[in-house]
């Protein structure tokens, strides 16, 4: 008896699911019928393969910023320092910007200030294509209840942290690569509310809502929004100085994981809305449960 071999399922090529015999002594019709049948189910077989082979061409999970390009605004100290150095660790190449054109080590530092307009223009056109675009520039927001809020506060809070991240990636826009990824960063005050955080909290929320309208309008770019509680950086004064290290532990001891938060800690949060391909229109907190 003659043997022909059907796979038809999901397993492996070589794995049949399914086992045809036909007789050499059937009469012609009878034969024809059989070879049909087994033509029929080895294009099943075929069709499912195919249906279960995954058909993306990118991998699901993260993308390496090894050999990417990779701007951050606020990178030469807290946060954006820390985003800066991590990511130059995971092979990426990193350009740091602020007003100082300082940067941590190993990095290019390129002096820039955000609410300027042209010379941001002149700045990231020397990067080339842009495959991941971080801002953390902010200013040093005082905590002030209304009463006592300098009248040009807010527009200090919102310059370079809102209208100086939109403007970053309006003019990084032709630069962004199709797949693009960019992060901004808000801060718990967005939605934790208390006396003397206005000015901090409103800029915050619209930094968030920035991110989400992005996250949509930008698409497949991804746009996400880091947002920190406390964390250890020169933001709350200089390192070492008597007076941060107070205020540090105090809002450390408040907090469910009992101290504050460290800058590398956040820039992990920035590599995975960097790296993860189905994280957009997120904001990440990240702050020792300083939302509880
Ligand atoms: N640290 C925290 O506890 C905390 C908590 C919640 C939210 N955040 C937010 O996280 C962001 C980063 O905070 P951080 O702690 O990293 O503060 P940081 O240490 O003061 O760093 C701010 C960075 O922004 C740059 N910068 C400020 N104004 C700029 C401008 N006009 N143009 C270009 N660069 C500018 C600064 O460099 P130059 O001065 O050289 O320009 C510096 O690199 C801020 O938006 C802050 O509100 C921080």
């Not at 993306?56 to 807290?78: A, F, T």
């Not at 609410?115 to 902010?138: E, F, M, P, W, Y």
């Not at 008597?242 to 469910?256: D, I, Q, W």
């Amino acid at each position: 008896m003659e043997r022909s071999l059907i796979r038809c399922g999901a397993g492996p090529a070589d794995a049949p699911v399914l086992e045809l015999f036909a007789d050499p002594n059937w009469p012609e019709a009878q034969r024809r019928m059989s070879e049909d049948l087994v033509r029929a189910l080895e294009a099943v077989g075929r069709s499912v393969r195919r249906r279960l082979r995954p058909s993306r061409k990118e991998p699901l999970l993260s993308r390496s910023l090894h050999g990417q390009n990779v701007v951050v605004i606020g990178g030469s100290s807290g946060l954006g320092a820390a985003v800066a150095v991590l990511a130059l660790e995971q092979g990426a190449r990193v350009i740091a910007y602020s007003r100082s054109g300082r940067s941590p080590g190993g990095v290019e530092g390129l002096a820039v200030d955000v609410t300027d307009s042209k010379a941001l223009d002149q700045a990231l056109g020397r990067v080339g294509q842009i495959d991941h675009l971080v801002h953390t520039a902010g200013a040093r927001t005082p905590s002030e209840p209304l009463s006592s809020l300098a009248p040009d506060s807010l527009q200090q809070a919102f310059a370079p942290k809102l209208f100086g991240a939109i403007e970053a990636i309006r003019v990084a826009l032709p630069y962004l690569s199709k797949n693009a990824s960019i992060t901004l960063t808000s801060g718990q005050l967005s939605r934790k509310y208390g006396t003397g955080t206005l000015a901090k909290g409103v800029v915050n929320a619209a930094v968030e809502a920035a991110g989400r309208h992005l996250a949509k309008e930008l698409a497949p770019r991804r746009v996400n929004v880091v947002s920190p509680g406390v964390v250890g950086t020169e933001f709350w004064g200089e390192d070492g100085s008597e007076s941060r290290r107070m205020f540090l532990e105090g809002v450390g001891s408040g907090l469910p994981v009992q101290r504050v938060g460290a800058p590398e800690e956040l820039a992990s949060a920035y590599l995975f809305a960097m790296t993860n391909g189905f994280a957009t229109g997120a904001v990440i907190d990240v702050d020792g449960g300083g939302l509880l």
